[in-house]
């Protein structure tokens, strides 16, 4: 058998080897078999972004061939974006413990054991000294989480919150809040205060989501991202895998997200951080080709979102965080500290970015502040 393909493959003539050659039409058809990834990423190069995915074509491109969906989210990022800028963000809590609600995977909810006390809100002082010394270490973007269900009866603290989002956006830095749920009326309040976006993460799909929370519907939580989008503020809003949920459900998440009136600005994509004392304490970890497969699935889903690879990457190597940027995350959470789970340090983002030749994303305040990156990106990436 070795000798009759060596004989085979000897004796053919260079005309023979051609994708058009009769003698080889039926070789190529199977060696060429398009992928749902293949074939989503270039309609999307041909046409542009879509919103209308159904949930089987989801499925399709997040069931492709792990190697195929990679190359083929990598494709995809190189053409909406510089392929080799990072977003970095900095999350602070500043508002720990003592949240009412039952997620299933927070270690701030009053109703389990975990450790974590409850805090009240940060003065403005230690709020703005954080955000200086995110700025100094890198991140363009500051992140502010309260762990609080809603802002319902929450005037003062939320008054005092829009006072911290004008001076950290004074200090040439974007800013983002996640406080729970908010009305029509503190979203806009939010936007007339600088803030650049507003983070609520859907966690799941919404067959999966009453496994993990039931204190806020899903729908609750559309409509507070209706808030924040019909304000003029980017919407940030991801999911955890890890929960315990089936690959249907995470197709479901990012079929959620992949179907709104606008994609979101930015998809966080988070592997659970199990902690000790919550119902999902003994989940196992989440691995680096699930985490690849979200991301991937969600870039080509998604074209022009930045692709946070969040919560859970202090498990992942340097190599493996690598494989992720290469499928299409273009963002990151850097400091020590993830509300109250552990993070990267940004000495460690720092020797990476070096390593993989990765840059800072600069900051962006204005749609025409952004169109001009945008451009500059997508003649980069073709270059």
Not at 220 to 237: H, P, Y
Not at 361 to 367: H, I, Q, R, Y
Request: glycine share 6%; hydrophobic share 35%; aromatic share 8%.
């Amino acid at each position: 058998m070795l000798f009759a393909r060596s004989f085979f493959w000897s004796h053919l003539k260079p005309s023979d080897i051609c994708r058009h050659s009769p003698r080889f039409s039926s070789l190529f058809s199977s060696l060429s078999a398009s992928s749902a990834a293949s074939i989503e990423a270039e309609r999307l190069l041909r046409d542009g972004p879509r919103n209308d995915w159904t949930r089987q074509q989801i499925r399709d491109i997040y069931d492709s061939p792990l190697l195929d969906l990679l190359f083929h989210g990598a494709q995809v990022h190189r053409h909406a974006h510089n392929f080799r800028e990072v977003q970095q963000c900095t999350l602070l809590s500043i508002k720990t413990g003592g949240c009412s609600e039952d997620c299933s995977y927070c270690p701030q909810s009053s109703r389990y054991d975990t450790g974590v006390k409850a805090q009240k809100l940060m003065t403005k002082d230690v709020v703005l000294e954080a955000a200086k010394k995110a700025k100094e270490a890198g991140s363009t973007r500051f992140c502010m989480g309260a762990a609080w269900r809603d802002t319902i009866g929450r005037k003062t603290n939320f008054n005092q919150i829009l006072d911290y989002v004008k001076e950290i956006r004074e200090m040439g830095m974007e800013v983002c809040c996640t406080l729970g749920m908010i009305e029509k009326q503190q979203a806009i309040d939010l936007k007339k205060a600088g803030l650049t976006a507003y983070n609520h993460n859907l966690d799941t799909s919404r067959e999966y989501y009453p496994n993990i929370i039931t204190t806020r519907s899903y729908d609750e939580r559309l409509k507070t991202l209706e808030f924040v989008r019909d304000a003029g503020i980017n919407v940030c809003s991801g999911g955890i895998i890890g929960l315990g949920e089936a690959e249907e459900d995470r197709v479901g998440l990012l079929h959620t997200l992949a179907t709104l009136p606008t994609h979101p600005e930015s998809v966080p994509i988070n592997a659970l951080v199990a902690v000790k004392g919550t119902p999902l304490q003994d989940q196992k970890p989440v691995e680096i080709w699930e985490m690849i497969r979200m991301i991937a699935t969600a870039r080509i889903t998604m074209p022009k979102a930045m692709v946070r690879l969040s919560a859970g990457r202090v498990k992942f190597s340097v190599p493996e965080q690598a494989l992720c940027f290469l499928a299409g995350a273009n963002s990151i959470f850097t400091g020590e500290k993830l509300l109250t789970t552990p993070n990267n340090d940004f000495d460690a983002d720092q020797l990476m970015f070096k390593m993989l030749g990765l840059i800072p994303k600069a900051p962006s305040f204005t749609e025409d502040a952004e169109k001009a990156p945008e451009e500059e990106s997508l003649q980069e990436a073709a270059s």
